[in-house]
């Protein structure tokens, strides 16, 4: 929204939200969330086109287009638990606008929704005798955090999808006029409504299945001394399947992927479209084997025990450049390392907050420290989670003298200069390399 505003001088756009502190904080020196770029945006705009507020119902009264962001997370109760959306927030927002709303509206999709889900939005809003016309248009959202800016600047492709009468396709080129203030014609693309919202489900269980892919072959490289890197750099070098997202690693994390691969296998079920369904399961299920192959890795190397042992974690958030820590691969690998009966200390320069909230129940058995050089000191192991640019740049050979001795250093995002470290005296694990050990 900060975005559309940017571009769009002549939109007002009003933020509204439930949460009082999170409306405060966006209308604070401090916002709520850590994006590179967003807070130039945000505090150049604020008070001239872009307006944050609590005022949900005067919102919807005044609006003529609505986009709804709410979340929509994964049920953690009754049918389809741990695996549809619970879409009990985006039904209250419906009857929310149905009921606050005097004067026609386009509401758009903006949450990430399983398929289908703009037809329950239309009979919610038309259930009641109320006269106001709306109409429905999915747009779903492809930017990637930490590069959201940049992202949303320059997007690969804008999709709307609408129904395909011709109050749909008004709706649908008022908005296409919106994103067109800067978004060249040919990337904005157009479909019916079930195909956007598919779209979205697709693209993302498409980019975890890269990940699970090269993950999967990270395991059989550790088995017989070929280089995922090498290999990654191969097979990337085929233009028919290109070379992002071919980082092995200690697998993927993020409010998106998992959410939307359950939501995937949860569609295709209720279809009764088992092998599809067990086919787009797989790619969690290796992503989950991965975060557990990194605690056996880390067992193996380490004479089979963890216990007593001190372990630092370099990174909690689920990628760089972020403070994020959904369903980061730090938080299963954290649980493990305490139940293991090691010492945890975590250092991350943008999550620590969050990590301390993630591992809430198990606080007494981990320590948070920002510097990365004291977080390893008398350490035994250092384990790379986040692929933040410091950690590459730190002294070794310093933090090596503060360590226990032997000293790990277990990469699960192969960031690091393995052969320098291992000339340091470390006993280096890669993720899909022959280790550097000194035994
Ligand atoms: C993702 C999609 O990329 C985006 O289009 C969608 O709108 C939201 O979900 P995001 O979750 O923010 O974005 O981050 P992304 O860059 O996709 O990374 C997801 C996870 O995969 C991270 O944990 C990242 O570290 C991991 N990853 C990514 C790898 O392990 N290897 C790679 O090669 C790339």
């Avoid at 492809?142 to 011709?166: H, Q």
């Avoid at 008004?170 to 479909?191: G, H, M, Q």
């Avoid at 975890?208 to 280089?227: F, G």
């Avoid at 995937?264 to 088992?274: A, D, I, N, P, S």
Wanted: hydrophobic share 40%.
């Amino acid at each position: 929204m900060a975005m559309i505003a940017h571009k769009c001088p002549q939109y007002r756009v009003t933020v509204v939200d439930t949460n009082p502190e999170r409306i405060t904080a966006w209308n604070s020196d401090t916002l709520p969330i850590y994006e590179p770029g967003l807070d130039e945006i945000v505090k150049k705009i604020r008070g001239r086109n872009l307006f944050f507020s609590t005022q949900i119902e005067q919102g919807i009264k005044e609006a003529s287009i609505i986009f709804v962001s709410v979340n929509t997370p994964i049920k953690t109760f009754g049918t389809g638990v741990g695996m549809a959306a619970d879409l009990q927030y985006w039904e209250k927002t419906a009857r929310q606008i149905r009921e606050a709303s005097q004067s026609q509206k386009i509401i758009v999709e903006k949450s990430t929704l399983p398929v289908k889900t703009a037809l329950a939005m239309e009979r919610i809003l038309t259930a009641t005798a109320n006269e106001v016309h709306f109409d429905i248009l999915s747009n779903p959202e492809f930017m990637a955090e930490g590069t959201g800016i940049k992202d949303l600047e320059t997007p690969d492709r804008v999709l709307i999808g609408s129904r395909e009468t011709p109050e749909g396709i008004k709706a649908r080129d008022e908005l296409v006029e919106i994103y067109a203030n800067w978004v060249p014609r040919e990337r904005i693309i157009t479909s019916n409504i079930w195909s956007s919202e598919l779209s979205k489900l697709v693209s993302n269980a498409f980019l975890a299945q890269r990940i699970s892919s090269i993950n999967a072959i990270s395991s059989l490289c550790e088995k017989t001394e070929a280089d995922i890197t090498e290999v990654a750099r191969a097979v990337g070098m085929d233009s028919r399947l290109g070379d992002k997202f071919l980082n092995a690693s200690v697998g993927f994390g993020g409010s998106c992927f998992k959410k939307d691969l359950l939501n995937l296998v949860y569609l295709c079920r209720q279809y009764g479209l088992k092998e599809v369904a067990d086919y787009w399961d797989g790619v969690v299920r290796i992503n989950d084997y991965q975060k557990e192959r990194f605690i056996l890795n880390m067992l193996g190397a380490m004479f089979n025990t963890l216990a007593g042992k001190r372990i630092c974690l370099f990174g909690f958030a689920f990628k760089a450049d972020t403070g994020d820590t959904r369903e980061s691969p730090a938080i299963y690998v954290s649980r493990r390392i305490v139940e293991e009966r090691a010492e945890l200390v975590i250092t991350d320069p943008r999550a620590l907050a969050n990590a301390e909230a993630d591992l809430a129940d198990i606080q007494g058995a981990v320590a948070f420290v920002e510097d990365p050089c004291e977080a390893a000191a008398g350490c035994d192991a250092i384990a790379v989670m986040t692929e933040w640019d410091i950690y590459a740049t730190l002294d070794f050979k310093k933090i090596y003298e503060t360590m226990r001795k032997p000293a790990y250093i277990f990469d699960g995002r192969n960031i690091l200069a393995h052969e320098d470290l291992f000339k340091i005296g470390f006993n280096v694990f890669p993720v899909g390399k022959p280790p550097l050990t000194h035994f």
